[in-house]
């Protein structure tokens, strides 16, 4: 039992990082609050499931299409409705959670609903982890998940274009001043945010199913990780994600998967209680600047 | 440059010196400031009462969906820009609902009592998140009404997914129109003189300015306490009112429609202005009615639209028409040509 | 600048259009003469509301291919409104559902009702509307409160009739259980649900089976819907030896619970009900995965039962004008559903609200589910279609094979076990 | 007992030492001038005495009692009262509005004193403060008043609360001598009338002017204290500040 809890844990977390990274990344570089998250991950999915089984391509050819899809999908967002928007967080919020409505609600009347949309598993079978039976694919979301947080890191810190991301993040004007175009940054933030949304939509939704409704569930995970990790820190993302992950298989384990999803919530108000920018993120509480 | 046009607003004559003052020397004059302030009124009692029965039913969801955004309005002028009304909602009807069924009260008490209790268990529920400001408190808002939704599904309470049937019904549709009419225009003009008051100025400054409000020796937390109290308890009677309305209360109180309503009444309407919401829910209200036809299309034209108003016109309709009402617009020359922006 | 201008000019335009389009909407005509309006309020972006749809689509279409409906001395057509309640989507309100119901009894006017509401807190709420209004209904949502509310004031509720009742369900598989236990000695089982009010239902009244006929009740799961990691109830069946995982899941995620059984490598049968494993596409989708599966069709005549001839013509009528049907419950009672109401406005001769209920009642005629006939306003089912309604159970067969184990008047074949227990 | 007490004051920022160990004294009708290069923690000082930042630890002594960690809308009440170096009116309201605020609080209604309609009241001071009271400045919204008054309207907060210890933090930046002139005198008026002053600045040849004593903050710790005459020969303050030794 508490192996399994360990393993699948593991798993349930990997795959609440990688949910939550896409709308970390954007936040904490540009400040934009990507509420259509939970569209641009369904979207990538169908995308994938539209080229794999309509069009009968090959998966990789069909997956790489769809992110880079959702990846342009992301910037062109950025450039024709956000740049109207730009500091007036309210109005990037609704316009950014309309858009998500209109893109899940569209895909339903358009008859994404029953049980064909599906992604077959990169790779059947399964193997024995700590004498716990895990299928391939979790194996390989938790790899990807790796590569993908390495591959991050290494941008962030050890690229040019990482340090302007960095640079934006820290003072938009000073970025500016120093010769950073802070739109395009944040529009290839946006990019790159979109990008990773579809990336874990290709990974896990074949776990699953795509459906309209996980979309909006999607985007309250997010949500829920990022919050109790702090908007901004990719660090808070990752340990806000494996208290929900390890909470929530416990939750299930040992007192009732019904309560999966509401006591992650309910930690969230109690850290919020307790700190209310999260457990990494930056003091939002009543305060000067320094 | 050569020469270039511009345009110039002027205010009408009839305008002096600031918002508040005018000239009025004619009949034709105060007409002209009479007739908008009492076409909605007027409007609305003729409309409530000529329009087919289905209709009629229309008018009164119409109605409640005001109060929620005129409640989302006040909230979000003090600052306080929840994504959630829908928990304000389902708590005032679930209070109503249980009042009534579990305490047998009848319909005039259960529903005062309702919104009271549930103005009180909101005010709670908001209370750990009062220390978040903007964003934050948008998505935790965003995420309590769902969260309470799932604890109603999987404990069970209050008849859990089935919800609770059989509430007492309002006597007749005549007085349901009446009365979610009169109970719009009171939030309506109670809330405006609110804001206008000394007091309400607090709630104003706190969104402005909440470091400064400190620094006044007024603690924000405590205003802010209040101000979700009022806001709730409009939203919690709109819930009373609406649990009564349709003699059942389910979990689909916390739905997340009912959160978005608001937001796009006002933001059609023009936040921050009362009226706003006011114009944005009557339009609204019958819109996605006519929409009903389109299926779950209507929701994305309903989305599509909340989207294209905030960001071709973020101001809304209300301040839109009401320039193009008290100012002349015209085209001049201007010589040497103007910049563009 | 200039572009911004005429871009809000052009949403100024458009929702004067609008507005003004939704005023027109007041003026809406109300249809008279002709033919008889069957409304269908329902909520289609589910699967199984929209073959229901089809399946009455198919009925309309037959019976007034044959000239119609006999009322009185005249011979009317059948017409069918349906209306979009969206209740099956979560963060639709109550209200809402209801408007749309009311919408359709007010502007389109339906003579009868059939399929109804999807979520059962709708039908409970709707009750009252149809009551309001007169409509004869025979709705289509499983829960069993139906007959309860049913029962605390049949003359008020009088014209609202049911089609499939959740207990029904315990009934079929309770058989199962019963054959699995004689012949391979299973007695422990595992309860898994999806946490929906008819789901629970279901599970409840298989625990207290399962209690009474000294089973082993392991655990009792209930899953959000859109839940999709169930590792933690198939570890802890495994772990404790079960043989049987009873599920009952009509969301799309639910087929990933067998994938997982699979992975996990979980040697117990599922017994159960699990909508995406329904159709003949599951086997397509889920390839071998999904060998040993035993899952419960509602409706009987949603299979192609070689034994038992009107379902197999149903199943191939509607096969022939939709395609092959991918849900198991649904469709055919809603296609007798048509029938049976047809045969009471023949019989009662007149479009009386209260002469077709009175008529509805005394319904005894042979439909693709079985018998049709009515006890407290709802079908009964049994466990011969010549005598009352059916569901089958199918067991899932190597080779894509749907094959009936449960009733025996229907059976074409006999339990196995999975590979996972060889 | 002293009037306010500063005891081994320190806050840091996520490893950054804003504030390291700063002990000092105020006595009641001085003023205090604290000055110091850029980032040497001169806000965060202000912020940790009026409650708007919660102390690493230390005390802060006023009147005998520690107010460290209370509430600032607290400390307000206790009459301490501030000014902030971004000037943070309310925009939407008009200019006297702007006081009405404050005059809700319980510091006021406790004082008494003020009679009238809150509306008189606040033209009142606002026309003490400066803004000509038959103009339409004072009924304008706050949105478009010029900056030196929106400083005149932050001191004006602080009169309407009846602080009796107030801290202007760099009131006078961004102003003009001109104006500066003009309002060094209403807070040697404020002096007079008995208010404790602590005045964080970056002009110092104003402050100086008006100072009864310094201190000299750099990187987060005190490094003098005295009469401004003694703080002007200090060598290690020009060093400070001009990252020379002279």
Redesign the interface.
Known sequence: MLLSVLVYGFINSVILAMVALGFSITFGISRVANFSHGGFYILGGIFTWYGLIKLGMPYFLSAGLSIIIIGALGALMYKVILIRLRGLELSEVIATLSLGIVILELLRGLGVFGYEFRNPVFMDGSVDILGVGVGIQRIIIVCAGALLLILLHFFVHHTKMGLAFRGVAQQEHTALSVGINPDLVSMLSLAMGSVMCALSAVLILPLGVISVDEGYDILIKALAVCIIGGLESTLGVLVAAFIIGYIEVLTSMYISSALTSVVPLACMLGILLVRPSGIFGKSKEIEERV | MSTERRKERIDRPIKAVTDDIFCLSSIREIAYLVIPRMLPVVGLLLLAFLVPPYWRKVMVITFVMGMMALSWDFMASCGLTSLGQALFFALGAYSAGAANHYLGLPIYLSIPLGTLIGAVISTACIYPTLGLRGIYFSVVTLIIPLMLMRVVETTGIFGGTEGITGLSPFPGIIVTIALSMIALWITFFGLRRLIDSDYGHIFVALKDNDRAVEASGLSIRWFKVQAIFIGSGICCFCGAFMTHYYMSIGMSAFAVDLSIFPIAASVVGGMGTLVGPLLGAIILGPLSEALRAFGSFRVVIYAALLGTFIVMLPEGLFPYLARKYQQIERWVEAPGGISED | ?AI?KI??KT??L??AF??I??????AAPAEKGAPIIIGVPSS????EA?EGLKAITLAVEEINAKGGVKVGNEKKMLKIES??T?DM????????????N??LI??KKPHVIIQGPTR??VL??AM?LYAQYKIPSINNAV?S?FVD?YKSNPEKYRHCFRMFDGKYVVAGLGKVMEKMNKEFGFKKAYI?VQ???WAVGIANGMNAWYKNNGWEVVGF?????????F???L??AK?AGVQVVFPIFDM??S??LV??W????VPAVFAGFI??LM?S??WK?FGEKIEGVINIVFDGGNLPLSKYPPAKKFYEAYAKRWGEM?VGHKPAVDYDGVYAMVGAIERAGSLDPDKIAIELEKTNMVGATGRIHFKDHQYVFGDDPKVDAISVVYQWKKGGKRVPIYPDSVAEGVIEKPASMQ | MEYLKIENLRKTFGGVVAVDNISFEVEQGALLGIIGPNGSGKTTTVNLITGFLTPDSGKVMFKGRDIAGLRASKITNLGIGRTFQMVKPFYRLPAFKNLVVPLFSPRVKRMGGHYGEKDTLALDILEDIGFERDSAVPYKPASILPHGYLKRLEMARVIALQSELIVFDELYSGLTLAEVASISPMIEKLIEAGKTIIMVEHRLKELFKIAHRVMVLDQGKKIAEGSPREIMKQPSVKKAYLGVEL
């Open positions: 600048m911004s871009l809000s949403v100024m458009l929702v609008l507005f389009a939704s005023q027109a909407a007041f289609f972006k589910s699967i929209a209306i979009e969206r989507e979560p963060g639709v309100p109550l209200a809402d559902a209801l408007l749309a009311e919408k007010l502007e059962s807190e409970l709420a009252d829960a409160k509310q898994v946490d929906a009010i799961d209930k899953y959000p819907t859109g839940a999709s990691d590792s933690s109830t570890i802890k772990n799309p995620q087929g990933i994938q997982q699979k992975d996990m490598k909508s995406p159709g596409n599951a989708t991918q």
